[in-house]
């Protein structure tokens, strides 16, 4: 095993990374019986840390 491979990252640290560039999570579900679809489900998000460059899209509670 090389150095990386024996690199352990904490869960809170991997968030902490991805939060900060951004993640784009998209999928598709299909219920289907019988060949016959009955359900569709898409799924487009963006999940993103707020901070001053990037302002969230809703007014602050008081």
Not at 17 to 37: E, K, Q
């Amino acid at each position: 095993m090389t150095v990386v491979e024996r690199r352990e990252i904490a869960l809170v640290d991997l968030l902490d990374r991805l939060l900060a560039g951004g993640v784009v999570v998209t999928g598709d579900i299909t219920l289907r019986i019988a060949d016959v679809d009955l359900v569709r489900i898409d799924l487009n998000a963006l999940i993103s840390s707020v901070n001053e460059k990037v302002p969230s899209p809703w007014e602050e509670l008081t």
